[in-house]
């Protein structure tokens, strides 16, 4: 289960667009993908390009308030690994990174703009 947090940043980026209307409970890509039909932009509008951008920096945002921006941190990566539901939850940072790859998720940390 993620934490409660993680959607602060996606709903502050989906206010800012008055017309559609955000489902915390579906997945954030999808309600994107939905957010850009409302408003019914093409792949190289102006508009959705500057929401593409501000889009990946709600998710960047998200994630690092949720996990950290430490790639060396052990409890982030056992936090990461019990949302993921990795059963046992590693004790060490190098099992903790090693069962979460698979899962997509990298040693790199992505800065924010």
Not at 4 to 18: A, G, H, I, Q, T
Not at 48 to 56: K, M, T
Not at 74 to 93: G, K, M
Request: glycine content about 4%; overall charge negative; aromatic content about 12%.
């Amino acid at each position: 289960m993620l934490p409660s947090n993680v959607d602060s940043y996606l709903e502050e980026f989906f206010e800012r667009y008055p017309r559609f209307r955000f489902n915390s409970s579906a997945p954030a890509t999808a309600q994107f993908h939905r957010l850009c039909d409302s408003y019914n932009w093409s792949r190289n509008d102006k508009q959705r390009l500057d929401a593409v951008e501000g889009f990946g920096n709600a998710l960047s945002q998200s994630f690092n308030h949720t996990y950290g921006t430490e790639v060396n941190d052990i409890r982030s990566w056992q936090t990461i690994c019990a949302v993921i539901e990795i059963d046992p939850i590693p004790n060490n940072l190098e099992e903790c990174q090693d069962v979460s790859i698979p899962f997509g998720i990298t040693r790199h940390v992505i800065p924010l703009k």
